[in-house]
């Protein structure tokens, strides 16, 4: 595997709960696998004062909890991370912090690469580049300048156009890497090539074989601490405008003409400038939203949101949001996608079951129930990763009576293939200057522009339903209505494979 150049990586937010519990371990993981350059340091900047050795430990902590590879914390590691303290809101500041970087590249030998990543809240985003190009760190010069700027990417279409403006004021667009870690998870990337590297799938994949698509994420825990943070963004905006979207571009996209970061990211952006608009007199009918109550969760009394840290007790905010829509091209005409996505529900599992047509003649329906009919065909990306292929066939003995089989493959059977971590793989990507996997300002702007009307319909109508549900249960269950005729959202397990057996 190719190494990247040497480098300093540079955490602006090192002291928050990200860096410790996503960035740290993923590079101590990278560092494992020996992926990390011979010349390579990471310089963490905020105003907590730590000293080098105070920040060391800190992330040794983190590594111990969350890396991948635990077996050792390499001592070798840990010193090559670095903290300067300063006030990064301030201008004036950035001088010192310039020298301090300059001195650090001096002394590792990082041949002037810098990537600057922002683990920031997002008020810091317009401000850290222009200070960087005041200090003319934006440059590639003397060496590579890329920025990475985490989610949530703008608050609506108008921010997030004005980011993308701020931030191509002082960087251009191929320096910028916008970070949507569902993009970094390797079965997300499997999508790709269980399309596009399969003959039997391809032809299938478009209005005349497939009936609906039906995308869920779910989790099974609540707001936990980031209540003041959700309060201002709710499930449409944290993953609907995102992770959900991606997922659904994905599974539409059309075959890109080679897999780089150009024909790829162009293929997800038609995808996404193809999404039907939601009037705002349909909002209600095709998009419900919901926030869960207080309930008894497998035997535990839990909080309802309105009781979390942090959140208004008369809050509207939705933690749960399911929808229907379409995309008006010419492979999925008249297509229904399904995606639904919560906190507080039975199961955390991210999938996407494609629902294929029914037999045209339903010749062993003995109830004629054409559900029976439909083979569907379930991406598993997260957990019990793999893919799941269910049809029918004949019970033994007498007559035709048909049962639902499953065909299954489950990752965790290729041994002990190591899969890394999102941001492993992202954070690589980005050393190696590699931003297929990363979303391109026009993606992200398209994505808003579908959502942002949603947004603002609700916010005009407030009569417009926020349905309680009870933690640990699917969700409002008007959201069943949303699939018609006698279909519903599969309601799936931990593991892949249900049967008999559903482990919550
Ligand atoms: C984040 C959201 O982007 O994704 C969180 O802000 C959510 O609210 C998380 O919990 C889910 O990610 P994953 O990888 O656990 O499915």
């Known amino acids: 595997m190719r190494k990247p150049q040497n480098h300093i990586l540079v955490i602006f937010g090192a002291s928050g709960d990200l860096t410790k519990r996503k960035l740290i371990p993923a590079l101590a993981d990278l560092h494992q696998q020996e992926l990390l350059p011979e010349n390579f340091a990471v310089l963490g900047l905020g105003r907590t004062d730590l000293s080098d050795q105070d920040f060391r430990e800190k992330m040794s902590g983190g590594v111990k909890e969350f890396a991948s590879k635990k077996d050792k914390v390499h001592n070798e590691f840990l010193s090559q991370l670095y903290y300067y303290s300063f006030n990064t809101k301030d201008g004036d500041e950035y001088e010192g912090f310039r020298k301090r970087l300059e001195a650090l590249n001096q002394e590792v030998g990082a041949d002037g690469n810098y990537i600057f990543y922002l683990a920031t809240p997002p008020s810091m985003y317009p401000l850290v580049p222009r200070f960087l190009a005041e200090q003319g760190l934006n440059k590639s010069d003397d060496g590579f300048r890329r920025l990475i700027v985490e989610k949530p990417f703008g608050y609506d279409l108008k921010s997030a156009q004005e980011l993308n403006c701020d931030l191509q004021k002082y960087f251009k667009e191929e320096q910028i890497y916008r970070i949507d870690h569902y993009l970094g998870k390797e079965t997300v990337q499997n999508l790709l090539v269980t399309r596009f ?24 825990i609540g707001v936990g601490s980031r209540g003041g943070y959700y309060e201002g963004s709710g499930a449409m905006r944290d ?9 659904t571009s994905l599974v539409a996209m059309e075959p890109p003409t080679l897999v780089n970061a150009e024909s790829i990211r162009n293929e997800i952006v038609k995808v996404l400038q193809s999404l039907r608009p ?21 035997g535990k ?21 399911a929808m229907k829509f379409f ?11 399904y995606i639904r996505t919560g906190k507080m529900l039975p ?16 010749l062993f329906a003995e109830d004629k129930d054409i559900l029976r009919q439909q083979n569907q065909l379930v991406i598993r990306i997260q957990p019990d990763e793999g893919l799941l292929m269910k049809f029918g066939m004949k019970v033994p003995g007498a007559g035709f009576r048909v049962q639902d089989v499953n065909m299954d493959f489950h990752y965790s059977e290729l041994g002990d293939t190591y899969l890394p971590s999102a941001y492993e793989r992202l954070l690589l990507d980005c050393m190696l200057g590699d931003p297929t996997l990363y979303s391109r300002g026009d993606a992200v702007e398209a994505a808003w522009k579908f959502i942002d009307p949603i947004l603002k319909t609700w916010e005009e109508n407030p009569c417009i339903k926020v349905h309680g549900y009870p933690a640990g249960t699917w969700g409002p269950e008007v959201s069943d209505d949303l699939i018609e005729g006698n279909m519903t959202w599969r ?3 931990k593991n892949l494979s249900d049967g008999l057996y559903c482990e919550l």
Not at 239 to 247: D, I, P
Not at 278 to 298: A, L, N
Not at 327 to 337: E, L, M, Q
Request: glycine share 4%; proline share 7%; aromatic share 12%.
């Open 327 to 337: 995309i008006d091209n010419w492979r999925w005409a008249g297509v229904p996608f």
């Open 278 to 298: 939601i009037p705002s007199d349909k909002v209600e009918d095709y998009v419900i939203r919901g926030q869960y109550t207080s309930s008894d969760m497998r």
């Open 239 to 247: 993953m609907v405008q995102n992770h959900l979207l991606l997922l």
């Open 301 to 321: 009394d839990v909080k309802g949101y309105r009781q979390e840290e942090g959140v208004d007790p008369k809050s509207r905010t939705e933690t749960f949001v």
């Open 347 to 362: 199961t955390r599992v991210t999938e996407i079951v494609i629902h294929f047509q029914p037999t045209p003649h339903h």
């Open 197 to 220: 590297s399969n003959g039997i799938f391809e032809p299938l994949w478009n209005r005349n074989f497939i009936h609906h698509v039906e995308v869920t994420s779910s989790e099974d």
């Open 491 to 493: 309601y799936p397990c």
